[in-house]
């Protein structure tokens, strides 16, 4: 990008100047001459065109829009696609989270998100004794069709882009069920769901069955942010989320289907972190390993095969219980690097989320955080702002290199899917550190570990504000919505015609063990009245999953 | 010394496990033998206790009501023969939950961001002062 002479003349120059600054650093107690990030990176105090010599703009950089895309998968980036302000939802019964939908939606919100309250998509009913405490809390409950049915009502499907958190194919049956009983065809069906990449008939049937039939819906899903929040680096986000792609993408070549006919539908949950540059950076190195992975890899040709597009969470682990109120500042300083990374999508987490399900009131504070970047700032309004910046450059080259080294290790151990007991191992030692690093202060906490208040004057007047509001500013869960969620499971088994759902589900266990696409027969049983912990009944039959609980996994082993 | 405190650790959901996995290091490197309960039901983990003869219980509670979770695990705990197990929770606990659940009979609430040495210590105290484990030793 510079001219070897420059870089020449400038090796003198820089060198004198940074003895200077050493000279300086070191009469000052306590100053560092080297910084090391969140993600373990160890960086300078300045940063020249000497760290950015390797750097060719066209190759490495280039424009929006076009191959790497280092810059940005579309364009014009948000001067004509508007950041899909996308707040996660997911409380009580479907009443709640829909009148929450329809809140948000007035405050401004563009895109949709649900969380159900079964993590692990293999949940029991709600009635079920495993799962008292569970209904409707931490995500809503979702039983049966009729339950996707008032979620959606009101909402409509084709303007909203809607993203489902859950790896279950009956979730995704119950949108397309409801999709044909308002008439829209599939080929013009939007959304996304968590389909988690993993080497499971479920996951690859979602996403073959969307290539082929609902072409438009992302159904294949890198969710990284929560590998990211269980504490790995940057360069781990991008290298595992590549690293499992590429296993996905193996089985779905392997049932027939050409990289092109499913890539683009795979997107990223990504993280935003505290280490402001890094992240922004990370953003950028993600999209140009994506591209060029895939295609020198796999041989994809078309530009949207190649565009890695993401929703971004904005980073948990360091919002705090003490002085809740700064966490509306890390989330903003989160949400900022995301945007300045040129994210699709974006949930920022509300400042009471160390403490309770958010409420309208933190909720709509985070809609209006994206609001203010977009509209009061002007940062949305040049593409990639950050680009050519010596640091961010040098950081998107070193965070990419990290990122390949890693997915190197990965693939000797066998690939993504094989691997995975392994980058678990990583994630929670990186985690481990990373407490300790707090625990000693090494790492700044306000209000944890510095800049601790005796008396949390913020928190009183959380509490104030809940006692006094006429809003409600703390969430505080009811034990009633279970009783409420039974009652509308029960009006679904009463009213269902059992012989025509004991048909359709003895189709779809045909169709599995036939090794068809289960997601055509499953579609036919929600709409008889099957429920999820029906569904999930079947699949722990069919595919010899342990035990019939509601929990993918108790092992009792001891911890070395 | 005598023999190592065994800790049982059960989660309430699925997602979110960062905390679950510190602690268990964090626990395993302070000398404390811990048995991963996984995600597990009051009901499983009661069980799980039985059969692993632990000196503690730990539930890591964030998704669920931990009332709810708690008032079930006493309840299973009592009908088992294990009520002399002392009972800890982690995780996201509202203030008023938390004063149910020591009326309940837990021990020890711990919320984000305790420092790992002050819950070391605190197990290893309530393990020192429990009956249970007095037996056992």
Known sequence: ?560 | MGQKIRFLLSRDDFYHQRGYWVLAKALSDGGIEVVLGGIQTPQDTVETAIEEDVDLIGYRIMNASPRILIQILFEKMAKRGIKDVPVVVGGIVPEKDEAILRGLGVKEVFHPFTPLKTILESVKTIAAESTKRQERI
């Open chain 1, 1 to 560: 990008m510079f001219k070897e002479e420059l870089i020449e003349e400038l090796k003198d120059i820089q060198e004198r100047y940074e003895a200077d600054v050493n000279r300086v650093l070191s009469k000052i107690p306590g100053a560092e001459s080297e910084h090391v990030t969140y993600s373990g990176m160890k960086v300078k105090p300045l940063y020249t065109p000497r760290d950015m010599a390797q750097t060719d703009f066209l190759k490495d950089i280039s424009f929006p829009g076009q191959y790497p895309f280092t810059r940005g998968v579309f364009e014009a980036g948000y001067l004509t696609r508007d950041l899909h302000i996308r707040q996660v939802t997911g409380l009580g019964t479907a009443e709640e989270t829909n009148e929450r939908w329809k809140f948000l939606l007035s405050q401004g919100a563009n895109a949709l998100s649900v969380v159900p309250d079964d993590g692990s998509g293999n949940r029991a009913d709600s009635d079920d004794e495993r799962v008292r405490g569970l209904v409707g809390k931490g995500g809503v409950a979702l039983d049966t069709l009729y339950d996707y049915e008032t979620l959606f009502d009101g909402i409509d499907m084709l303007k909203y882009p809607v993203h489902i958190i859950t790896t279950n194919a009956f979730a995704l049956a119950c949108y397309l069920a409801l999709a044909q009983r308002r008439g829209i065809d599939f080929r013009e069906l939007r959304g996304s769901m968590s389909n988690w990449m993993r080497p499971e008939t479920e996951c690859l049937d979602i996403m073959e069955f969307c290539a082929r039939d609902v072409p438009l819906f992302n159904a294949g899903y890198l969710d990284m942010r929560n590998v990211r929040e269980g504490g790995c680096t940057a360069a781990q986000e991008i290298a595992f989320g590549v690293a499992i792609a590429m296993a996905g993408c193996n089985g779905l070549i392997e049932r027939g289907l050409h990289i092109d006919d499913f890539l683009h539908r795979l997107t990223w949950f990504v993280n935003s972190g505290p280490e402001f540059f890094e992240e922004a950076a990370k953003f950028r190195a993600m999209r140009r390993i994506w591209a060029r992975t895939f295609r020198e890899d796999y041989g994809a040709k078309a530009p949207r095969s190649l565009m890695c597009r993401m929703h971004c969470q904005t980073y948990a682990p360091t919002l705090t219980l003490q002085q809740p109120f700064n966490n509306l500042i890390r989330s903003t300083i989160h949400a900022l690097a995301a945007i300045l990374g040129g994210v699709q999508s974006l949930h920022v987490n509300s400042f009471d989320e160390a403490l309770a399900i958010p409420t309208e009131f933190s909720a709509a504070l985070s809609v209006r955080t994206q609001q203010i970047i977009d509209l009061e700032t002007g940062v949305t309004k040049v593409i990639d702002p950050l680009g050519g910046s010596y640091y961010t450059e040098w950081l998107t080259d070193r965070i990419e290199e990290e990122a390949m080294e890693i997915i190197g290790v990965i693939q000797s151990k066998g690939g993504g899917f094989k691997a995975w007991d392994w980058m678990c191992s990583e994630i929670r030692s990186a985690a481990l550190k990373n407490q300790q690093e707090f625990d000693s202060g090494k790492k700044k906490l306000v209000g944890v570990n510095t800049l601790v208040e005796e008396d949390d004057i913020q928190m009183r007047a959380l509490k104030t504000l809940q006692e006094h509001a006429d809003f409600e500013a703390l969430f505080e869960y009811s034990d009633s919505v279970a009783d409420k969620q039974i009652a509308r499971l029960n009006k679904v088994r009463e009213e269902r015609d059992n012989k025509k759902l004991e048909e359709a589900k003895g189709e779809l266990v045909d169709a599995i063990n036939a090794k068809q696409n289960m997601i055509p027969p499953l579609i036919d049983a929600v709409k008889s009245g099957m429920t999820r912990g029906e569904f999930a009944l079947v699949k722990s039959q069919v595919f010899n999953m342990p035990g019939e609980g509601p929990y993918i996994c108790s092992p009792s082993s001891v911890l070395a």
